[in-house]
């Protein structure tokens, strides 16, 4: 039996020839039959005994080393036996560790290119913000490069006093508030605009003799503290007088004939007064937006200088939430599954019913009314509108131009 050198091959036996060629090695020796047939250096020995039973001692057996020294005629043998011997067991440690690089890196190299940001709701958990919260569930934040943290919003913590002192990075607000923020200094920029219209109506019983805006002279008509804009616009558009009444949390000052006509939203407390027991046909109607007073309510906020410094993490995160409403969209009862989770981890309250309800008038809020505006953009004609109302009303002192509060993500 002798080793010769030759060109690196593959592991190939010969269980004819007996021979196992390794490497740049080759070990020939002669036929072998029976139990006692010990394979070549590298081929496996089949792996049964004359039993039939599996035989591990007699699989991938190796020859023995043969010879010690100068003597007995197979220090050739020796030697490239312990050679190969060496040869393979480097082998195997460098594939291991190859291997051990290649399942771990990834994961590390993923986690390390994660930013970790914040985003704030402006209310408590509702289908209102159902698109943030699937987005998340899904990893389209993580896809984007975003380990996003949701904080706890509503009453307790005023999005744009939460935005302003640098408490999250991004925030959900009205429009109106929006610009008003502005005006008072908080350099915030809309980087999202996902309300296309308004959801924002005054809502009266035909029965009390309202069915026209002209009707409400000198009616009572609740509205809340913080939103006052839109209705006194409509007031003034039509040169009506009313008797304004505060109004709270809940519409019950409405249904007990407290008040004419109550504010209310489309998606939210119109669906409440229905399921009180009033059929929609005994009731009557104002949306502000089909009076040419679009007031978008939600978009999306940021810090300027967060937007000036990040703008391409920001604009992710603005295709990542949208992402996540589409799929909400496409998947309302997976997507109120995943509302009603985040409700009841809050405690908020809240039923399947009025969420899916919520998330379908949501979805015909955003759909824009511009072919030229895409889905999730800001409109030029709605930021004129509102900054308009809001500087005839004395709530802004100036308009400022639309380029500087709208950073666009999506052009």
């Given at each position: 039996m002798k080793c010769r050198s030759g060109n690196p091959i593959p592991l190939l036996t010969s269980p004819l020839k007996g021979e196992a060629i390794i490497g740049s090695c080759l070990i020939q020796g002669e036929p072998q039959t029976g139990e006692n047939?010990?394979?070549?250096?590298?081929?496996?020995?089949?792996?049964?005994?004359?039993?039939?039973?599996?035989?591990?001692?007699?699989?991938?057996?190796?020859?023995?080393?043969?010879?010690?020294?100068?003597?007995?005629?197979?220090?050739?043998?020796n030697n490239c036996s312990r050679r190969i011997h060496k040869t393979f067991s480097t082998?195997?440690?460098?594939?291991?560790?190859?291997?051990?690089f290649l399942c771990f890196l990834p994961a590390t190299l993923v986690a390390a290119e994660l930013r970790t940001m914040t985003f704030l709701p402006q209310w408590l958990p509702q289908a209102q913000f159902a698109g943030y919260y699937v987005a998340y569930e899904k990893g389209f934040y993580r896809n984007h490069g975003i380990d996003l943290k949701i904080l706890k919003g509503g009453p307790d913590f005023p999005a744009a006093e939460m935005l302003g002192k640098g408490r999250t990075d991004f925030t959900t607000m009205f429009l109106s508030e929006a610009i008003q923020q502005r005006?008072?200094?908080?350099?915030?920029?809309?980087?999202?605009?996902?309300?296309?219209?308004?959801?924002?109506?005054?809502?009266?019983?035909?029965?009390?003799?309202?069915?026209?805006?002209?009707?409400?002279?000198?009616?009572?008509?609740?509205?809340?503290?913080?939103?006052q804009i839109q209705p006194r616009a409509f007031f003034r558009k039509y040169g009506i007088e009313v008797k304004p009444v505060v109004q709270g949390a809940t519409v019950n000052l409405f249904l007990r004939g407290g008040v004419d006509a109550a504010s209310a939203m489309w998606y939210n407390e119109y669906h409440t007064i229905i399921n009180a027991g009033i059929n929609e046909d005994e009731l009557t109607t104002f949306f502000f937006d089909r009076y040419g007073l679009n007031f978008p309510e939600d978009g999306i906020y940021v810090r300027k200088e967060t937007y000036e410094r990040e703008r391409e993490l920001c604009c992710k995160f603005v295709q990542a939430s949208l992402a996540g409403w589409r799929y909400a969209f496409e998947n309302p009862d997976e997507a109120t599954d995943i509302v009603m989770k985040y409700i009841n981890e809050s405690h908020a309250g809240g039923n399947r019913v009025h969420q899916r309800w919520m998330l379908a008038r949501i979805k015909d809020l955003m759909q824009p009314t511009d072919s030229k505006i895409p889905f999730g953009a800001l409109n030029p004609k709605d930021y004129d509108t509102v900054a308009g109302e809001l500087n005839k009303g004395g709530l802004i002192r100036t308009i400022l131009p639309f380029g500087e509060f709208y950073a666009p993500c999506l052009e």
């Amino acid at each position: 039996m002798k080793c010769r050198s030759g060109n690196p091959i593959p592991l190939l036996t010969s269980p004819l020839k007996g021979e196992a060629i390794i490497g740049s090695c080759l070990i020939q020796g002669e036929p072998q039959t029976g139990e006692n047939r010990r394979a070549p250096f590298g081929e496996m020995n089949h792996p049964t005994s004359s039993s039939g039973e599996f035989d591990t001692e007699r699989l991938y057996a190796f020859p023995p080393l043969q010879g010690e020294g100068k003597g007995g005629g197979g220090g050739g043998v020796n030697n490239c036996s312990r050679r190969i011997h060496k040869t393979f067991s480097t082998f195997i440690v460098i594939f291991l560790a190859i291997v051990s690089f290649l399942c771990f890196l990834p994961a590390t190299l993923v986690a390390a290119e994660l930013r970790t940001m914040t985003f704030l709701p402006q209310w408590l958990p509702q289908a209102q913000f159902a698109g943030y919260y699937v987005a998340y569930e899904k990893g389209f934040y993580r896809n984007h490069g975003i380990d996003l943290k949701i904080l706890k919003g509503g009453p307790d913590f005023p999005a744009a006093e939460m935005l302003g002192k640098g408490r999250t990075d991004f925030t959900t607000m009205f429009l109106s508030e929006a610009i008003q923020q502005r005006d008072k200094r908080i350099r915030l920029v809309n980087i999202g605009q996902l309300m296309q219209r308004s959801g924002f109506i005054l809502v009266a019983k035909k029965g009390s003799g309202i069915s026209k805006p002209l009707d409400l002279q000198n009616k009572k008509v609740s509205m809340w503290p913080n939103f006052q804009i839109q209705p006194r616009a409509f007031f003034r558009k039509y040169g009506i007088e009313v008797k304004p009444v505060v109004q709270g949390a809940t519409v019950n000052l409405f249904l007990r004939g407290g008040v004419d006509a109550a504010s209310a939203m489309w998606y939210n407390e119109y669906h409440t007064i229905i399921n009180a027991g009033i059929n929609e046909d005994e009731l009557t109607t104002f949306f502000f937006d089909r009076y040419g007073l679009n007031f978008p309510e939600d978009g999306i906020y940021v810090r300027k200088e967060t937007y000036e410094r990040e703008r391409e993490l920001c604009c992710k995160f603005v295709q990542a939430s949208l992402a996540g409403w589409r799929y909400a969209f496409e998947n309302p009862d997976e997507a109120t599954d995943i509302v009603m989770k985040y409700i009841n981890e809050s405690h908020a309250g809240g039923n399947r019913v009025h969420q899916r309800w919520m998330l379908a008038r949501i979805k015909d809020l955003m759909q824009p009314t511009d072919s030229k505006i895409p889905f999730g953009a800001l409109n030029p004609k709605d930021y004129d509108t509102v900054a308009g109302e809001l500087n005839k009303g004395g709530l802004i002192r100036t308009i400022l131009p639309f380029g500087e509060f709208y950073a666009p993500c999506l052009e």
